[in-house]
């Protein structure tokens, strides 16, 4: 019973940790205006020049889960057809681990 409990506590701190490793690259690639480029149309918290065509980026994690975050930033025409973001998965634009890494980021928002 402690193995198991001690293996889940050990998991549980790897996944944080991981997931906090991830919110950081995924903060550099939000804010780096030749690859994410979030800043471009959104305002972030702790970014420069933020623009104003897209929504004020925070309190994501209650309005979206994961897995609709990341449809998003795949491909937010899907969703949303007049859209003027960019379809960052299906494009090409990001791979499916600069997505990832970028909600790891934007739910910490």
Not at 3 to 17: I, P, R
Not at 37 to 59: A, F, M, R, V
Not at 77 to 99: C, D, H, K, S
Request: contains cysteine.
């Amino acid at each position: 019973m402690r193995t198991a409990l001690a293996l889940g506590l050990s998991f549980a701190a790897s996944t944080a940790a991981h997931a906090q490793s991830g919110a950081a690259e995924g903060q550099k690639l939000a804010f780096d205006r030749g690859k994410g480029n979030c800043l471009t149309c959104h305002e972030i918290k702790g970014g420069d020049l933020p623009g104003s065509i897209g929504p004020k980026l925070e309190n994501l994690k209650a309005r979206y889960d994961r897995a609709g975050l990341i449809a998003i930033l795949h491909d937010e025409t899907a969703r949303n057809p007049l859209t003027v973001m960019p379809p960052f998965g299906r494009n090409r634009i990001l791979t499916e681990q600069e997505i990832s890494a970028i909600v790891d980021f934007l739910q910490t928002l």
